[in-house]
C-alpha cells in the first residue's frame, strides 16, 4: 500500500437533532488520507471536518488483528478502543459536551492485499451507561495511484 490512500468510512452517527424516535442517521466519509505499517498495525491518519464546528478533527486509525482504535483531536476528541469480545469505556467530548460510551466490540474482521484494506467492526454502543444501539462500521483503504479507484 501506498502512503496517500482515499478511505471510505460507513457506519451510523448518533446526534441530538434527531427526530423524537432518536433514530441514528447512516454517515459515510470520504476522504484522502496517509497510511502506514509499524510495529505489526496498520494506521490511517485523516482530517475531517464538520457541520457546525469550526476546526478540523484529526482521525487516526489503528488496526491490529483482533482490535481496532478510533483517535480524534481537534472539534471532537475521543480514544474509541474496540476489541473483540471485551468491553472497552471512554469519554467521548464535543463542543457540545461530553458522554461516556461503552464500547462492547462483537467482531472484528479485516481483510488485507497489497493496495487494500476492508475492515468491518460490529459492536454494541452504550452511552451514559445505556444502551444504545448496536452499531457496524465499514471501513475501506485504498491506493490513491491506484488506476481503478474501487471504493464506491
Known amino acids: 500500500m501506498t502512503r496517500d490512500v482515499l478511505l471510505k468510512i460507513s457506519g451510523l452517527q448518533f446526534t441530538a ?6 433514530e441514528p442517521e447512516p ?3 470520504i476522504a484522502p488520507g496517509e497510511y502506514y505499517f509499524k510495529n505489526g498495525k496498520h494506521y490511517i491518519l485523516y482530517d475531517e471536518f464538520m457541520e457546525g464546528i469550526d476546526t478540523a478533527t484529526r482521525n487516526e486509525l489503528k488496526l491490529h488483528q483482533d482490535s481496532f482504535e478510533i483517535i480524534r483531536r481537534g472539534g471532537t476528541n475521543v480514544h474509541m478502543v474496540f476489541e473483540k469480545d471485551k468491553k ?7 463542543p457540545f459536551g461530553s458522554m461516556m460510551m461503552g464500547i462492547d466490540a462483537r ?3 479485516i481483510e488485507e492485499s497489497e493496495a487494500e ?9 452504550d452511552v451514559n451507561y445505556e444502551h ?11 491506493s490513491k495511484d491506484q488506476e ?5
Do not use: W
Not at 472497552?88 to 464535543?94: G, H, L, P, V
Not at 484494506?117 to 454502543?125: D, G, N, P, R, V
Not at 444504545?132 to 485504498?142: G, H, M, N, P, R
Open 132 to 142: 444504545l444501539a448496536d452499531c457496524t462500521i465499514d471501513l475501506y483503504v485504498q
Open 148 to 152: 481503478h479507484f474501487s471504493i464506491s
Open 107 to 109: 467482531n472484528i474482521s
Open 88 to 94: 472497552n469505556m471512554t469519554c467521548y467530548t464535543t
Open 27 to 29: 454517515v459515510e466519509i
Open 117 to 125: 484494506i476492508h475492515a468491518q467492526i460490529e459492536y454494541a454502543l
Open 17 to 22: 437533532d434527531n427526530d423524537e424516535s432518536n
